[in-house]
């Protein structure tokens, strides 16, 4: 056990990629991750292949692709029932292992091989039920009702702001109370509770910058007072007429007011200033406690957020803003200041960890361990291309990205969409009809008929792909 680092894995809800100063956004300032990733590596096309919450935490939690880890979709109240998982492999080499925040998984007291949860996944329709008790599923609510001044009746939604809605308004409540800054608080506590003689595996998860966009006031009102938000909205936004619902709190699709869509930047935003400093907190707690230089630090997400570009919102969307996420990692032996642009993927989060603590990861793991793209020379094979999938708009949208392109095909319609990465980023131009690209859709479109080849839904006939196959949410086969 002598020499092995602590591992902390900061996990959060819903952060761009792009949504980082290292990365040259024009308006987030993140300077405390920025310092992270100058301490060790930033990883530019970190992905996650299922973009919401449950699918994408399979992946991270078990080191798998979807199609092993059977989660294609959102969908609650299935059982969580992995023999392998990231904490497991950690507790079996002796480290002590403790999760703070989000889980997000069913039964909600499911451990995943941590010795100990401490839970808040947020506002989850599933399990908010008045029936039951609040500490079955809930840590934070209980904590929050006993801080001095707080009534007996106090809930974290009373500002009526729904957990997936573009409304947007300042925390209504002292900012020591809310649900970030008590993620630290709580992993504070806990550093002082820790076994001393074991190495630890602390698994750090924030409910935000998912909504309710309801950030403290100071971090709402330096974004409120930006100039108008114009997000991006590409050529080919016509196909998406059928799903508008501009009514909707909470769309997937709309034409959404300025005004509302401003105050929604300014929600989101103001959630990620409020956040680093947070995780600046939590990170100088751990220098004060003599543990910063012998831990391995990775800041991750499990999925973004559209945020209106293309008249899009939320998640579970092929493109960049909902696909791409953050990765950082830090630490012992990871040199400073690398900047990699290979794709990696959630399931590779496992792998990492586990290798930069000086174990092997167990052979049933799919993704791989990013240490070698950090060596010197860097490893020269690395995977070519990334299959991504998840349920929307009443069918299932697929896609393969590789170093330059990326190919969507819409499974109902038939739809397909091709993008130039390489000069345009932010996916303003489908290609899919340019003669000239025709050698490239071809080559994409083999690669996801490979890819879901043999697949129960019936994807595949042939060497084509096949139009009209229901969304499903799980498989039943790997």
Known sequence: MAGQ???????????RGDCLSADRHELVHTPHLDALAARGA???????????????????MTGLSQRSHRRIGFENGRPWDYSTTMAGEFGRAGYQTQAIGKMHVYPERTRLGFDDVILHDGYLHYVRKRQRPYEEFDDYLPWLRMQAGASAVEDFCDNGVNSNSMVARPWDKPEAWHPTSWTVTQAMSWLYRRDPRSPFFLYLSFDRPHPPFDPPAWAYEQYLAEEPYHPVVGDWVEALEPYYQ???????????KPGVLHRARAGYYGHLAHLDLQINRFLEILGEFGLAEDTIVCFISDHGEMLG???LFQKGLPY????????????????????RDEIVELRDVMPTLLNAAGLKPPGTVEGRSVLPLLADPPAASWR???????????????WIADDRWKYIWWSHSGQEQLFDLAV?????????????CSSDMDRLRGLLVEQLRGREEGYVDGAGLVTGRAPRTWLDHG
């Open 5 to 15: 680092p602590n591992v902390v894995l900061i996990c959060v809800d819903q952060w």
């Open 42 to 60: 930033r990883f530019r096309r970190a992905y996650s292949a299922t973009p919401t919450c449950i699918p994408a935490r399979a992946a991270l």
């Open 246 to 256: 501009d009514w909707r709190h909470n769309p997937f699709a709309a034409r959404m």
């Open 309 to 311: 570009e293309h008249n």
């Open 320 to 339: 960049e803003g909902a696909a791409r996420i953050p990765f950082l990692l830090s630490g012992p032996g990871i040199e400073a200041g690398q900047v």
């Open 384 to 398: 070519d291309h990334l299959h991504g999938e998840h349920p929307h708009f009443r069918q299932t949208l697929h």
């Open 424 to 436: 345009d980023p932010k996916e303003r131009h489908d290609l899919a009809a340019d003669p000239a």
